[in-house]
Protein backbone atom coordinates (compact mmCIF):
# COMPACT_ATOMS: atom_id res chain seq x y z
CA UNK A 1 0.00 0.00 0.00
CA UNK A 2 1.43 3.29 -1.22
CA UNK A 3 1.09 6.73 1.26
CA UNK A 4 -1.89 7.64 -1.44
CA UNK A 5 -2.85 10.92 -2.99
CA UNK A 6 -4.17 12.74 -0.61
CA UNK A 7 -1.64 14.40 1.77
CA UNK A 8 -2.77 16.24 4.42
CA UNK A 9 0.62 18.06 5.14
CA UNK A 10 0.59 19.54 2.04
CA UNK A 11 -2.02 22.44 3.16
CA UNK A 12 0.27 22.70 6.04
CA UNK A 13 3.50 23.54 4.46
CA UNK A 14 3.75 27.39 5.25
CA UNK A 15 2.42 29.94 7.34
CA UNK A 16 0.72 31.60 4.88
CA UNK A 17 -0.88 28.49 3.64
CA UNK A 18 -2.04 27.73 7.32
CA UNK A 19 -3.22 30.79 7.43
CA UNK A 20 -5.31 30.56 4.36
CA UNK A 21 -6.80 27.52 4.98
CA UNK A 22 -7.83 27.52 8.93
CA UNK A 23 -11.07 27.70 9.17
CA UNK A 24 -12.26 29.08 13.04
CA UNK A 25 -10.73 32.62 14.08
CA UNK A 26 -10.90 34.85 17.41
CA UNK A 27 -11.83 38.84 17.55
CA UNK A 28 -12.00 40.93 20.55
CA UNK A 29 -15.92 41.24 19.17
CA UNK A 30 -16.22 37.88 20.71
CA UNK A 31 -14.86 38.03 24.18
CA UNK A 32 -16.51 39.41 27.21
CA UNK A 33 -14.18 40.86 30.56
CA UNK A 34 -15.81 40.46 33.80
CA UNK A 35 -15.13 43.34 36.57
CA UNK A 36 -15.74 42.81 40.80
CA UNK A 37 -17.25 46.22 42.08
CA UNK A 38 -16.65 46.81 45.39
CA UNK A 39 -18.31 49.38 47.96
CA UNK A 40 -16.57 52.37 48.46
CA UNK A 41 -13.88 54.88 46.49
CA UNK A 42 -10.78 54.98 45.03
CA UNK A 43 -10.53 51.17 45.06
CA UNK A 44 -7.99 49.26 42.86
CA UNK A 45 -6.89 46.06 44.56
CA UNK A 46 -5.36 42.96 42.90
CA UNK A 47 -7.64 40.02 44.14
CA UNK A 48 -5.52 37.26 45.66
CA UNK A 49 -6.91 34.45 44.29
CA UNK A 50 -7.00 35.37 40.54
CA UNK A 51 -3.64 37.07 39.07
CA UNK A 52 -4.00 40.21 36.86
CA UNK A 53 -7.76 40.68 38.56
CA UNK A 54 -8.43 43.89 40.64
CA UNK A 55 -11.45 44.55 43.00
CA UNK A 56 -12.45 48.08 41.94
CA UNK A 57 -14.87 50.95 43.12
CA UNK A 58 -17.61 53.00 41.05
CA UNK A 59 -15.26 55.35 40.29
CA UNK A 60 -11.81 53.49 39.22
CA UNK A 61 -13.78 50.86 37.21
CA UNK A 62 -14.81 53.70 34.48
CA UNK A 63 -11.34 53.58 33.87
CA UNK A 64 -10.84 50.17 33.37
CA UNK A 65 -13.62 50.02 31.97
CA UNK A 66 -12.48 52.44 29.44
CA UNK A 67 -8.99 50.51 28.85
CA UNK A 68 -11.39 47.66 27.99
CA UNK A 69 -12.78 49.35 25.42
CA UNK A 70 -9.93 51.08 23.75
CA UNK A 71 -8.61 47.03 23.26
CA UNK A 72 -11.79 46.70 21.07
CA UNK A 73 -13.71 44.74 23.77
CA UNK A 74 -17.55 45.17 23.02
CA UNK A 75 -18.92 44.31 26.78
CA UNK A 76 -18.00 43.72 30.49
CA UNK A 77 -19.36 41.75 32.90
CA UNK A 78 -20.20 43.53 36.42
CA UNK A 79 -20.14 41.85 39.63
CA UNK A 80 -20.62 43.12 43.17
CA UNK A 81 -19.33 43.10 46.84
CA UNK A 82 -21.49 45.17 48.40
CA UNK A 83 -20.50 46.66 52.19
CA UNK A 84 -23.01 44.77 53.88
CA UNK A 85 -24.68 41.30 53.44
CA UNK A 86 -27.88 40.14 55.09
CA UNK A 87 -30.15 37.09 55.12
CA UNK A 88 -32.39 38.38 51.79
CA UNK A 89 -28.97 39.77 49.75
CA UNK A 90 -31.03 43.00 49.88
CA UNK A 91 -27.69 45.13 49.08
CA UNK A 92 -28.30 43.20 45.14
CA UNK A 93 -31.22 45.42 44.48
CA UNK A 94 -30.85 48.91 46.24
CA UNK A 95 -30.82 51.91 44.28
CA UNK A 96 -27.59 52.85 45.42
CA UNK A 97 -26.22 49.37 45.64
CA UNK A 98 -22.55 48.91 44.38
CA UNK A 99 -23.92 47.46 40.81
CA UNK A 100 -26.27 50.23 40.44
CA UNK A 101 -23.44 52.50 41.01
CA UNK A 102 -20.79 51.11 38.58
CA UNK A 103 -23.27 50.74 35.85
CA UNK A 104 -24.53 54.51 36.02
CA UNK A 105 -20.94 55.54 36.36
CA UNK A 106 -19.65 53.77 33.19
CA UNK A 107 -22.70 53.89 30.76
CA UNK A 108 -22.56 58.44 31.53
CA UNK A 109 -18.58 57.85 30.79
CA UNK A 110 -18.89 55.24 27.59
CA UNK A 111 -22.49 54.79 26.51
CA UNK A 112 -21.35 52.61 23.63
CA UNK A 113 -20.04 49.91 25.87
CA UNK A 114 -22.00 46.96 26.56
CA UNK A 115 -22.68 46.54 30.33
CA UNK A 116 -24.05 43.03 31.47
CA UNK A 117 -24.99 42.73 34.74
CA UNK A 118 -24.71 39.54 36.67
CA UNK A 119 -27.46 38.65 38.70
CA UNK A 120 -27.24 36.41 41.85
CA UNK A 121 -27.79 37.22 45.14
CA UNK A 122 -24.97 35.06 46.62
CA UNK A 123 -22.43 37.74 46.74
CA UNK A 124 -25.45 39.66 48.67
CA UNK A 125 -26.54 36.79 51.13
CA UNK A 126 -25.00 36.91 54.48
CA UNK A 127 -25.12 32.93 54.24
CA UNK A 128 -23.61 32.84 50.95
CA UNK A 129 -26.01 30.96 48.66
CA UNK A 130 -27.55 32.17 45.46
CA UNK A 131 -31.07 32.52 46.63
CA UNK A 132 -33.04 32.75 50.28
CA UNK A 133 -33.07 30.00 52.47
CA UNK A 134 -36.76 29.12 54.15
CA UNK A 135 -36.23 25.91 56.26
CA UNK A 136 -32.73 25.45 55.49
CA UNK A 137 -33.55 25.00 51.58
CA UNK A 138 -32.88 27.94 48.98
CA UNK A 139 -36.36 28.78 48.50
CA UNK A 140 -36.94 29.20 44.39
CA UNK A 141 -40.13 30.89 43.59
CA UNK A 142 -39.07 33.63 46.66
CA UNK A 143 -35.46 34.00 44.72
CA UNK A 144 -37.19 34.32 41.31
CA UNK A 145 -39.04 37.76 42.75
CA UNK A 146 -35.87 38.88 44.30
CA UNK A 147 -33.80 38.18 41.17
CA UNK A 148 -36.57 40.10 39.03
CA UNK A 149 -36.24 43.05 41.47
CA UNK A 150 -32.30 42.96 40.95
CA UNK A 151 -32.73 43.12 37.28
CA UNK A 152 -34.97 45.56 37.08
CA UNK A 153 -32.67 47.83 39.04
CA UNK A 154 -30.12 46.78 37.01
CA UNK A 155 -32.37 48.14 33.83
CA UNK A 156 -33.10 51.47 35.41
CA UNK A 157 -29.30 52.26 36.20
CA UNK A 158 -28.33 51.66 32.12
CA UNK A 159 -27.59 48.00 32.58
CA UNK A 160 -27.65 46.53 28.68
CA UNK A 161 -28.01 42.75 29.34
CA UNK A 162 -29.05 41.10 32.48
CA UNK A 163 -27.08 37.99 33.22
CA UNK A 164 -28.81 35.79 35.93
CA UNK A 165 -26.39 32.93 37.36
CA UNK A 166 -28.64 31.04 39.98
CA UNK A 167 -30.27 28.23 38.19
CA UNK A 168 -33.29 29.02 40.25
CA UNK A 169 -36.03 27.62 37.88
CA UNK A 170 -38.38 29.93 36.12
CA UNK A 171 -36.19 32.87 36.70
CA UNK A 172 -35.96 33.98 33.35
CA UNK A 173 -39.30 33.84 32.58
CA UNK A 174 -39.83 35.74 35.58
CA UNK A 175 -36.95 38.56 34.72
CA UNK A 176 -38.58 38.70 31.50
CA UNK A 177 -42.45 39.83 32.20
CA UNK A 178 -40.77 42.42 35.55
CA UNK A 179 -38.63 43.87 32.62
CA UNK A 180 -41.11 44.19 29.93
CA UNK A 181 -43.37 45.37 32.81
CA UNK A 182 -41.05 47.97 33.99
CA UNK A 183 -40.84 49.07 30.25
CA UNK A 184 -37.46 47.54 29.32
CA UNK A 185 -38.18 45.59 26.69
CA UNK A 186 -34.83 46.08 24.77
CA UNK A 187 -33.02 44.64 27.98
CA UNK A 188 -31.40 41.54 26.76
CA UNK A 189 -31.32 38.25 28.90
CA UNK A 190 -27.76 36.34 28.65
CA UNK A 191 -28.54 33.01 30.86
CA UNK A 192 -26.27 31.24 32.82
CA UNK A 193 -28.51 28.00 31.61
CA UNK A 194 -26.32 24.80 31.86
CA UNK A 195 -24.03 25.95 34.92
CA UNK A 196 -22.74 23.08 36.44
CA UNK A 197 -21.95 22.94 40.33
CA UNK A 198 -18.00 23.34 39.83
CA UNK A 199 -14.75 22.82 41.89
CA UNK A 200 -13.79 25.62 38.97
CA UNK A 201 -15.20 28.37 40.67
CA UNK A 202 -12.94 28.53 43.87
CA UNK A 203 -10.70 31.64 42.96
CA UNK A 204 -14.38 33.41 42.31
CA UNK A 205 -15.89 32.41 45.40
CA UNK A 206 -12.68 34.01 47.06
CA UNK A 207 -12.81 37.44 44.57
CA UNK A 208 -16.39 37.37 45.01
CA UNK A 209 -17.00 36.46 49.10
CA UNK A 210 -19.62 34.50 47.95
CA UNK A 211 -18.53 30.74 48.89
CA UNK A 212 -21.58 29.30 50.53
CA UNK A 213 -21.55 29.25 54.92
CA UNK A 214 -23.13 25.57 54.48
CA UNK A 215 -23.58 23.33 52.40
CA UNK A 216 -23.22 23.31 48.85
CA UNK A 217 -24.91 24.49 45.71
CA UNK A 218 -25.67 20.84 44.07
CA UNK A 219 -29.28 21.32 44.83
CA UNK A 220 -29.40 24.04 42.13
CA UNK A 221 -26.36 24.08 39.83
CA UNK A 222 -25.79 20.91 37.55
CA UNK A 223 -25.21 17.96 37.98
CA UNK A 224 -21.35 17.24 35.85
CA UNK A 225 -22.35 13.59 35.33
CA UNK A 226 -25.51 15.11 33.39
CA UNK A 227 -25.58 16.31 29.77
CA UNK A 228 -28.88 15.71 29.30
CA UNK A 229 -30.20 18.11 31.27
CA UNK A 230 -28.14 21.22 30.03
CA UNK A 231 -30.40 20.32 26.84
CA UNK A 232 -33.31 20.75 28.50
CA UNK A 233 -31.76 23.78 30.55
CA UNK A 234 -31.31 25.67 27.85
CA UNK A 235 -34.88 24.95 26.38
CA UNK A 236 -36.85 25.84 28.69
CA UNK A 237 -34.37 29.39 29.01
CA UNK A 238 -35.11 30.13 25.57
CA UNK A 239 -38.59 29.56 26.02
CA UNK A 240 -38.87 31.49 28.63
CA UNK A 241 -36.82 34.49 26.65
CA UNK A 242 -33.08 33.58 26.88
CA UNK A 243 -31.09 36.26 24.03
CA UNK A 244 -28.67 34.36 25.02
CA UNK A 245 -27.59 31.10 26.43
CA UNK A 246 -24.72 30.02 28.46
CA UNK A 247 -22.35 27.40 29.20
CA UNK A 248 -19.85 27.16 32.61
CA UNK A 249 -17.52 26.37 32.95
CA UNK A 250 -16.24 26.24 29.34
CA UNK A 251 -12.34 23.85 28.87
CA UNK A 252 -14.33 20.73 30.77
CA UNK A 253 -17.85 21.55 28.98
CA UNK A 254 -17.25 21.76 25.40
CA UNK A 255 -19.27 18.87 24.80
CA UNK A 256 -22.27 20.86 26.30
CA UNK A 257 -21.10 24.01 24.25
CA UNK A 258 -21.03 21.74 20.93
CA UNK A 259 -24.48 20.45 22.14
CA UNK A 260 -26.03 24.30 22.41
CA UNK A 261 -24.87 24.74 18.78
CA UNK A 262 -26.28 22.40 17.26
CA UNK A 263 -29.36 22.09 18.93
CA UNK A 264 -30.49 25.74 18.94
CA UNK A 265 -29.99 28.61 16.69
CA UNK A 266 -29.45 31.87 19.39
CA UNK A 267 -26.43 32.97 20.67
CA UNK A 268 -24.39 30.57 22.56
CA UNK A 269 -21.58 31.68 25.39
CA UNK A 270 -19.35 30.50 27.58
CA UNK A 271 -18.14 31.17 30.53
CA UNK A 272 -13.79 30.41 31.12
CA UNK A 273 -14.13 30.17 34.86
CA UNK A 274 -11.74 31.09 37.16
CA UNK A 275 -10.38 28.22 38.23
CA UNK A 276 -9.28 27.46 34.85
CA UNK A 277 -7.99 30.93 34.26
CA UNK A 278 -5.61 30.22 37.27
CA UNK A 279 -4.79 26.64 36.11
CA UNK A 280 -3.21 28.18 33.18
CA UNK A 281 -1.53 31.37 35.48
CA UNK A 282 0.12 28.73 37.76
CA UNK A 283 1.06 26.07 34.92
CA UNK A 284 2.80 28.93 32.93
CA UNK A 285 4.38 30.51 36.21
CA UNK A 286 5.56 27.41 36.71
CA UNK A 287 7.22 27.31 33.45
CA UNK A 288 4.88 24.13 32.42
CA UNK A 289 3.73 25.97 29.56
CA UNK A 290 3.61 29.12 27.05
CA UNK A 291 1.23 31.54 28.67
CA UNK A 292 0.28 33.38 25.05
CA UNK A 293 0.26 29.76 23.54
CA UNK A 294 -1.65 28.27 25.74
CA UNK A 295 -4.44 31.30 25.99
CA UNK A 296 -5.27 31.29 22.43
CA UNK A 297 -5.48 27.28 22.41
CA UNK A 298 -7.73 27.39 25.07
CA UNK A 299 -9.69 30.27 23.55
CA UNK A 300 -9.66 28.59 20.06
CA UNK A 301 -11.38 25.41 21.55
CA UNK A 302 -14.08 27.01 23.43
CA UNK A 303 -14.87 28.47 19.89
CA UNK A 304 -14.46 25.79 17.69
CA UNK A 305 -16.60 23.71 20.24
CA UNK A 306 -19.37 26.33 19.05
CA UNK A 307 -19.34 28.93 21.46
CA UNK A 308 -19.97 33.12 19.88
CA UNK A 309 -19.44 34.68 22.96
CA UNK A 310 -16.78 33.63 25.72
CA UNK A 311 -16.70 35.30 28.82
CA UNK A 312 -13.01 35.39 30.26
CA UNK A 313 -10.48 36.94 32.61
CA UNK A 314 -8.08 36.96 30.13
CA UNK A 315 -9.85 39.08 27.60
CA UNK A 316 -7.98 42.00 27.83
CA UNK A 317 -4.36 40.25 26.91
CA UNK A 318 -6.13 38.11 24.05
CA UNK A 319 -7.45 41.16 22.60
CA UNK A 320 -3.81 42.27 22.89
CA UNK A 321 -2.54 39.33 21.19
CA UNK A 322 -5.20 39.13 19.09
CA UNK A 323 -4.18 42.94 17.80
CA UNK A 324 -0.08 42.12 17.37
CA UNK A 325 -0.73 39.21 15.34
C1 LIG B 1 -22.53 33.60 40.96
C2 LIG B 1 -21.45 33.25 40.02
C3 LIG B 1 -20.37 32.38 40.20
C4 LIG B 1 -19.58 32.51 39.06
C5 LIG B 1 -20.21 33.41 38.22
N1 LIG B 1 -21.38 33.84 38.82
C6 LIG B 1 -19.99 31.55 41.36
C7 LIG B 1 -20.79 30.37 41.73
O1 LIG B 1 -21.79 30.04 41.11
O2 LIG B 1 -20.42 29.77 42.72
C8 LIG B 1 -18.28 31.81 38.81
C9 LIG B 1 -17.34 32.53 37.92
C10 LIG B 1 -15.95 32.01 37.90
O3 LIG B 1 -15.57 31.04 38.57
O4 LIG B 1 -15.14 32.63 37.19
N2 LIG B 1 -23.50 32.69 41.18
Redesign the pocket.
Known amino acids: MGIGRKRMRRLRTTEAMRRLVRDISISADDLVY ?1 LFVKAGSGIKSPIKS ?1 DGCFHFSDDTVVEEAAEVMSLGIPAVLL ?1 GLPGQKDQQGSGAWMDDGVVQQAVRAIKKQLPELLVIT ?1 V ?4 YTSHGH ?1 GVINSGKVDNDKTCQLLAKTAVSHAHCGADMI ?1 P ?3 MDGRVGVIRDALDEAGFVDTAIMA ?1 SA ?1 Y ?2 A ?6 D ?2 E ?3 SFGD ?1 KSY ?1 MDFRSAGQAVAQMNLDIEQGADIIMV ?2 AVGYLDVISRARQRFDVPVAA ?7 MMINDAAKAGHLDREQAIMETLFSIKRAGADII ?1 T ?1 FAKEAAEIIRKQ
Open positions: PMFDCLCECASDMYKASFYGPFRAASAPRQKPYNVSGEYVY
